[in-house]
Every structure is written in C-alpha cells, then in structure tokens.
C-alpha cells in the first residue's frame, strides 16, 4: 500500500488575482532583460529557443574550466543505459587536492531540453568545490524531444553507478556523494534519490534541489497565481513537459520518476536541501514535496525566498536575496560534509 499524502487538489485562481511582490532588486534586474527572455516556449518556437539559449551561455573548453591551473577536468565517456550511446561526465576538482574527495553529482537544468554538462560548472567550483574541497561530476544527459522520459534520468542513473564504482580512479568517496541540480536538474536530482533507493543503488549522503522542477499537472495555485509574472509560465511548462513525456503528458499513472511531485513514498531518502522563490511557479510543488518528506519521517531543509523568481540568483547575482541564497545552501553542505566526518577546506 502507497504511503504519505494525496496528491493536491487542483486549483485555480482568478487571472486578476494578486501575487507576491517581485524583491526590488529582482525586479530591476527582470524588467532589464527585456521581452525575449520572457517570451513563452512554444511547440513552434522550441528550437529557435534552443539556439538562443546556447548563445546565451556557450560550453567552455576543458582548458577555460581549467581556469589557469585552479581546477583538473576530464571529460569522460562511460557506458550508458542498456541499448543507448555512452553517457558524457565532466570531471573536476581543485588542482592539487588530496583524495578522495566527497563528490558533488550535478545535473544542470533547462528544461530538459535545454542546456548542457560544461556551462554550469564555472559557478559550481568557484562556489563549492574550490571552498568546500568538493569533486564535482557535471552530467551530460540527453534532452528532450529527441529523448523523452526515462531516457534522461537512466542517463544520470548510469553515470552515478559508473562514478561509484570507479570511485578510487575518480579519487572521490563513494559513501560521501551528494546528488544536485537546479530547476530541470533539480526535478532530475529527485527522481534519481528515489530511482537509486527502489533499485538498491548508490546511496546519496543528501539531495541538493534548487528551485526544482517536480510537477507535470500544472494544478498548484503557485502554478497559475505566478503565470506570466516571471521567466516561466503555464504555456512553457506544458510545452516543456509535453516534450520530455510524449504520449504520457497527463496520464493518470504517471511514474513518480518523471514527476517527483507524484511520490506518494518518500521515506528513505538522503537528506534534502529545497530551496523555491515565492514569486514562481514551482513555489507550491516545491514546498510540498518538503513537507512530503518530513510527513515520511525524512530530513528537510527549505528555504522559499521572499520576492524570489525562477532563476533569481542567475539574473540578478549581486541582489542581496542572492547572496543569502548562495550562501545558505553552502552552510548547508559544509553542515552535512562535517556531519558525514568529511573535513572540509
């Protein structure tokens, strides 16, 4: 028999009804990007969307991430799931360190359609691997349309295994991994905590999900209150989803490995950082898989901040709310390397 909550009851809420304030800062920073970042994704605009995002942030070179000597990166090829091509991992750490290294196993967002392994991870050093003496593993999974669900998340699944088991190679501490991502990678991070639990896979010493994308239905208030208010709303979500699920967009039996936010079993899991705005739309879904997990007897740690849009730390860097953002979730994972016996830099 399936524990924990029921999921929601869809609600909807008047168009004119009133959202959360955008942050001060925020707000100057959204209205500066202009139209185009705010245009919904479309069915008929998902590739010229696709472009643009690959110009706004270009994959840097292995050598670039070497940042003058700063970090050792190695891209690896290693076999993907059963019948699929090979999986591309991006390998770093800081130069010089000894191991092994807790490892950070991170799955970038877009999506699901968009982005890649390499552009992300200029922030994911210098922010944790550099202070914290992290080993970092940025997946290079494939991408919706061309790959729908599961093909994504066995493609993290793949080289999670393959990193454990070649952990004395790789220099890094099987039992001390963290899996994180963020919006697309955040939801990714999620179902890979509860595909590694149901399959006995490599266990995670905690779950880093940074404003994550967990929910398909598009029936929280969170997900038509902020509709059109931010960088993300219903028309781009459903555009987004209906790509990566085919066919399965919608159904009543959805796997809960698609869309965390249909577990209705969510003991056993490692310990998790959630962290939304409260000004997106994700807002209510990431609040309630929280509270799904302590109902289950789990560990949570949540932060929903104020005046916060989806990607807020991203456009405005400098806002003060950024900074306390960027900076709790690095509490958060020196508390849980100290806690795990892990000494960090």
């Not at 942050?23 to 010229?48: H, Y």
């Not at 456009?315 to 016996?341: E, F, H, N």
Request: aromatic letters at 6%; glycine letters at 10%; proline letters at 9%.
């Amino acid at each position: 028999m399936s524990r924990g909550p029921a999921p929601d009851r869809p609600c909807r809420v008047p168009e004119t009804a009133a959202a959360p304030p955008f942050d001060p800062e925020l707000s100057v920073a959204l209205a500066a990007l202009g139209a185009g970042p705010r245009e919904p994704v479309t069915p008929e605009n998902l590739q010229e969307r696709r472009a643009r995002d690959a110009a706004s942030r270009p994959r840097p070179t292995a050598e670039e991430l070497r940042a003058d000597g700063r970090f050792e990166v190695t891209e690896l090829r290693v076999p993907g799931p059963r019948g699929a091509p090979d999986v591309t991992l991006v390998s770093a750490r800081p130069a010089g360190l000894a191991g092994p290294l807790p490892l950070l196993y991170y799955l970038h967002g877009g999506a699901m359609v968009m982005g890649n392994a390499w552009s992300v991870l200029p922030r994911v050093l210098s922010e944790w691997a550099l202070p914290l003496g992290l080993a970092v593993i940025s997946v290079e999974y494939r991408l919706a349309p061309e790959t729908q669900y599961p093909g994504p998340l066995e493609d993290c699944y793949a080289g999670l295994v393959w990193a454990v088991e070649h952990a004395a190679e790789l220099d890094v501490d099987a039992d001390r991994v963290i899996i994180g991502g963020k919006s697309a990678g955040g939801g990714l991070a999620a179902a890979l905590a509860l595909l590694t639990r149901d399959r006995g896979g490599p266990g995670a010493l905690g779950q880093l999900l940074l404003c994550p994308m967990l929910d398909d239905r598009n029936s929280t208030c969170s997900s038509h209150q902020m509709s059109g208010r931010g960088l993300w709303d219903l028309t781009s979500h459903t555009t987004v989803w209906q790509a990566v699920l085919g066919d399965r967009y919608g159904a009543a039996d959805l796997s809960p490995l698609a869309a965390p936010a249909r577990a209705t079993d969510l003991a056993g899991l490692p310990p998790a950082y959630i962290e939304v705005g409260s000004a997106e739309m994700f807002r209510d879904e990431d609040i309630a898989y929280a509270n799904a997990i302590w109902r289950a007897g789990g560990q949570a740690e949540l932060h929903v901040w104020s005046g916060a849009y989806h990607g807020f730390d991203g456009i405005a860097p400098k806002a003060a709310v950024s900074l306390d953002a960027r900076d709790a979730r690095t509490r958060w994972l020196r508390r849980l390397l100290a806690q795990s016996g892990t000494k960090d830099a």
